[in-house]
């Protein structure tokens, strides 16, 4: 046994050997390629992803310096506008103009020279009581002075500059050629607020005024520029944002005044020669930038293409957000760049461990490959081919010693496999046998047990039944008599009570029945009763008789099939007694009513004739389980008034007559009973 130990130890140990050279070429596997493929991988994409943010940083940096340039010269426009107005008004020639007595007339033209050669688009002069005295314009104003926060900066000596929205009114007021030029048709704008509005009609305009002597009151000398299509202006920025070559090829920069959200100067082309405006911003820049009064630096949806952009606020002379500044340039080129630069990135590390990996695999396989040699043996042995040899290895190391020792302890195994099935040949014939006999010896064990069984159970209701019919027959006897007394002594004083008398007869007569029943079943021999020929259809007409004061206890239906007209031969009284059980039986299992079928008919078993009596209900049925059990003696389902031996007893008396009973049920559906009887001769 220690050497069959031994053998199954060292077949456990080859066993075990493949998974562990496996491992071993795994792990050369890894030493060879994890600093190209894993290593290097993570640490290029960790550089790369670093350099991709920087790129991007650096895109947002550059906007956010062209924003700067485009505010400032927004900032300088402005700082001209105030110094060519405060120039003009502390000039002699229009201090000589203004305070000469001269017509309104004259006036108005010197003030529309002034305001061509200025470049402005309106010039008037208006007093502290909001009345407009001279100006370049087709009509006087209509509107009060003192309503805009930079005349009446002005009125109280203080030079002012700012950017305002004049509504259609105020431009007509001051030259219906402005209010022409102002309004812009709205387009539609992809990912821009839903709007009603199909046309805009206000402008903006930069507004000056600087204070003037005008006789003996103050008065103020009002200026402005409108910036609605004032393309001019927009290229200005844009030439100054992005000179000549300050973006790759393909990239181009663009310009954008709004007003609120609507594009009033741009040099973004809707189409190749059409200018963008009256598009709209995205709705989410115009949040960003109008509402929350935030500076947006980051790529953005522009017309018909993504920019990089940069868009601020523009205050007027309230206090209020009323539009925006936009430079940005297109981000395709940018992306495209960087995606070749990551693409390019992407081909050379290929190219590199293309070049690389055969060179370490090959170096890793001049070591594993002695390994592999060595699992592919120790595979071909565990499936049974003892005589696989590893061979001699070109190795002179460690790994040529290990395949020579494993090809000695393989000689050393297929011997002592040799012995060890001859051993176990005999093994298995001895135990073949044993097992053989045990299982003879278990068979008539198995017999012998069954035969215990029953005859305990048999023993133990002989004690039973002797012991009822001792302890309860002699009472019985004894009442029976006492009552006999009784009736002689009252005489036909009985009659008063007749009805108790004939309950306790009954009740005598119920333990009496029993008793019989269990003597019956002990006994059966010796109970046998008068053997007649009876017909069976009306042996179940006097059964329903006998049971109608339980039917009448539940709603049940009997339906009656007769199909015979054999007869047989047997007791009349245990015929009633089987058949009372059944329908008991049937009655019980239909508490809430149901069908009771009592069926005859003609019906040959093993060639010998007879019929079949049916009882069916449709009660609750019975499980496949309990059906098995249902003819053992002492097995019920009525715990509290059951006891058990109806069919048992039943069986037996019917085998003492060649019959027997069978059963089939289905749960929910009901159960049917089968009496055969034989025919008699």
């Known amino acids: 046994m220690s050497e069959l130990a031994d053998n199954q130890s060292l077949t456990k140990s080859s066993a075990t050997r493949p998974g562990k050279e496996r491992s071993v070429r795994v792990r050369l596997l890894v030493i060879a390629l994890l600093p190209m493929l894993v290593v290097m991988p993570v640490l290029l994409g960790v550089a790369v992803t670093r350099w991709a943010s920087k790129f991007d940083n650096l895109l947002i940096t550059k906007v956010n310096g062209d924003l700067t340039i485009a505010h400032q010269y927004l900032s300088r426009i402005l700082e001209n506008s105030g110094e060519k107005i405060q120039a003009l008004g502390a000039s002699a020639t229009f201090s000589r103009n203004l305070n000469m007595e001269i017509s309104d007339l004259n006036l108005n033209q010197y003030l529309n020279e002034s305001r061509k050669a200025l470049g402005f688009d309106f010039l008037y002069l208006v007093d502290l009581e909001g009345t407009t005295h001279a100006a370049s314009l087709s009509r006087r104003s209509e509107r009060p002075a003192n309503d805009w926060p930079v005349i009446i900066s002005a009125l109280n000596g203080q030079p002012s500059t700012a950017i305002d929205i004049f509504s259609a009114k105020d431009l007509t007021a001051l030259s219906p050629d402005l209010a022409q030029r102002a309004r812009l048709d709205l387009v539609h704008t992809r990912a821009a607020i839903p709007t009603d509005r199909t046309v805009e009609t206000r402008g903006m305009m930069v507004h000056t005024a600087t204070p003037v002597e005008f006789g003996t009151t103050k008065a103020a000398l009002v200026g402005g520029i409108l910036l609605n299509r004032n393309l001019a202006f927009i290229d200005t920025i844009n030439d100054l944002v992005y000179r000549q070559a300050s973006l790759p090829a393909g990239s181009q920069g663009t310009a954008t005044l709004f007003m609120e959200d609507i594009r009033i100067s741009t040099n973004v082309r809707l189409f190749e020669n059409v200018r963008a405006l009256g598009t709209r ?73 293309a070049i690389s990996v055969p060179i370490f695999l090959r170096w890793a396989r001049n070591i594993f490959k002695p390994l592999e040699r060595m699992a592919l043996t120790i595979s071909r042995v565990e499936q049974g081919n003892l005589g696989a040899r590893t061979g001699p290895v070109n190795s002179g190391d460690e790994i ?110 119920c333990i009496n029945l029993i008793v019989n029943k269990l003597l019956q079943f002990a006994r059966p021999d010796e109970f046998a009763g008068f053997v007649d020929r009876h017909a069976p259809d009306d042996v179940l007409t006097d059964c329903l008789l006998l049971v109608q004061h339980l039917l009448g206890k539940a709603e049940i239906e009997i339906i009656r099939d007769e199909g015979t007209q054999c007869l047989v031969l047997m007791s009349r009284t245990e015929l009633q007694q089987i058949l009372i059980n059944l329908i008991v039986n049937a009655i019980h299992a239909m508490p809430d009513g149901g069908t009771l079928t009592l069926r ?34 002492f097995f019920t389902t009525k715990r509290e008034e059951g006891t058990g031996l109806g069919l048992s007893i039943s069986q037996t008396l019917l085998s003492r007559y060649g019959g027997h009973i069978s059963a089939k049920s289905t749960q929910g559906q009901g159960t049917t009973f089968f009496v055969w009887i034989p025919e008699a001769d």
């Open 281 to 353: 911003v995205s709705a989410i820049v115009r949040s960003t930038v109008l509402d929350e009064g935030r500076v947006w630096l980051d790529r953005a949806f522009v017309v018909n293409d993504w920019y990089i952009s940069a868009y601020e606020p523009i205050v007027d002379s309230y206090g209020k957000r009323v539009g925006m500044l936009y430079v940005g340039f297109l981000e395709a080129p940018f992306k495209a760049a960087k995606y070749t630069s990551l693409i390019a990135i992407a081909v050379a590390f290929l190219l590199v461990a």
């Open 600 to 633: 005859t008919y003609d019906q040959l078993k093993d060639k010998i004739p007879g019929l079949i009596i049916e009882v069916t209900d449709t009660g609750g049925g019975m499980s496949p389980e309990i059906l098995k059990k249902a003819f053992d003696p």
């Open 400 to 509: 040529g010693k290990v395949a020579h020792h494993l090809d000695t302890l393989l000689e050393q195994l297929q011997e002592r496999d040799r012995d060890l099935r001859d051993w176990a040949s005999e093994l298995n014939t001895r135990v073949e046998e044993r097992t053989r006999e045990l299982k003879e010896a278990n068979q008539r064990l198995e017999a012998t047990t069954q035969q215990l069984v029953m005859s305990e159970k048999l023993a133990a209701i002989g004690e039973i039944t002797a012991g009822v019919a001792h302890e309860i027959n002699n009472p019985i006897a004894v009442i029976q008599g006492n009552l006999d007394v009784i009736r002689e002594a009252l005489g036909s004083k009985i009659r008063e009570n007749q009805t108790e008398f004939r309950l306790i007869d009954e009740q005598i007569h």
